[in-house]
């Protein structure tokens, strides 16, 4: 009888990042400024791998895949920040709210196979360079790609389905500015015993996973290059491998901190979830082109090109 007279949340109100309306005016600007440049580096590096011919290479290729799934991801978040920034009611629908975090999730752990695929590139690449054309061949690299897409889509899609499982009867207020697993899974009035074990296998067995293969990329490459006497050879492996590592580092980082961390809406959390999934997606396309020789010679190539006009 308990069960059925329960009234079922519908609607979710978004905690925020500010209450004063001049505060959300100024992030509402420098979010959307953000945003606007995130879409376009990404989409420009996309871009400039497609149309330069010396960057259909295995590493370029998951690079493009990396760079649509930060614009991807960072749409996913930002728009809704951006919405509620101008709204005196920061509401989000049951539904909307399950999709976001299906497709964070999703985003998230897709992401952290690519980084594995693009270190185990890199190993084959450093460690195994006679054999790399063929080991690395097109049909490897778009089975890489697809199991990575396939990982993320059912990784979200179990974990939220688990989720969306739970009974949530009130209160319906989430301490984050987005609906993310942590904060939507302690409004939960059923036993959460489920769900919490989904998504502590998934951050053991993938988060951990994908790690290992990391480290053990990393580790071969690091005793390949300190194994060459020409120091010209050493600077070539750590300057290619280097914005990768970057990225890894800043990925893992911010993700461990903001995951790892109580659901408790404080302001330290607040801002590891802005770094996180706002901040980061802007910061690939720029590591990977400001210390990529070869991002900027396409670029300054693409630059030169004379548009040809046809009448």
């Known amino acids: 009888m308990e069960a059925a007279n329960t009234t079922r949340v519908t609607v979710f109100v978004l905690q925020g990042l500010s209450n004063n309306p001049h505060i959300q005016i100024v992030l509402f600007v420098i979010f959307l400024v953000i945003y606007l440049l995130t879409l376009t ?22 690079l493009s895949q990396l760079s649509f ?8 978040i930002v728009p809704k920040l951006l919405e509620n920034l ?22 998230g752990a897709t992401e952290a196979c690519l980084l594995s695929v693009m270190a185990y590139d890199r190993y084959q ?5 006679l054999l790399y054309v063929v080991t ?7 089975g890489l790609v697809g199991a990575s897409w396939a990982i993320g889509m059912g990784t979200g899609l179990l974990n939220t389905i688990l989720l969306a499982q739970q009974q949530f ?5 989430i301490r984050s500015f987005a609906c993310e697993f942590p904060p939507v899974l302690l409004l939960a009035c059923s036993d959460p015993y489920i769900s919490i074990a989904s998504i502590l296998t998934t951050m053991v067995v993938l988060g951990l996973g994908t790690l290992v293969l990391l480290l053990g990329s990393y580790t071969h490459i ?3 290059a300190l194994g060459i006497n020409a120091a010209s050879g050493q600077n070539k492996i750590f300057s290619t491998c280097s914005s990768h590592f970057l990225v890894v580092t800043i990925f893992y980082g911010s993700g461990v901190f903001r995951y790892m961390t109580p659901a408790s809406g404080s302001a330290l959390e607040q801002v590891l979830s802005v770094q996180y999934s706002v901040v980061t997606p802007l910061l690939n396309p720029l590591i990977y ?21 046809t009448f």
């Open 41 to 62: 580096g990404n989409l420009l590096m996309l871009l400039v791998i497609r149309t330069d011919s010396h960057l259909h290479t295995p590493m370029y290729f998951f």
């Open 69 to 76: 799934l930060d614009a991807f991801y960072s749409s996913v």
């Open 86 to 107: 101008l709204s005196k009611r920061k509401t989000i629908s049951f539904l909307e709210c399950f999709t976001q975090i299906a497709l964070v999730i999703f985003a």
């Open 125 to 129: 690449a450093v460690c195994h360079p």
């Open 136 to 142: 690395m061949n097109k049909k490897v690299c778009a």
């Open 169 to 173: 009867c009130g209160p319906n207020y």
């Open 222 to 224: 690091i005793m390949t």
């Open 289 to 309: 082109s400001l210390k990529n020789q070869e991002v900027k010679a396409a670029l300054r190539r693409m630059l030169a090109r004379k548009p040809r006009l």
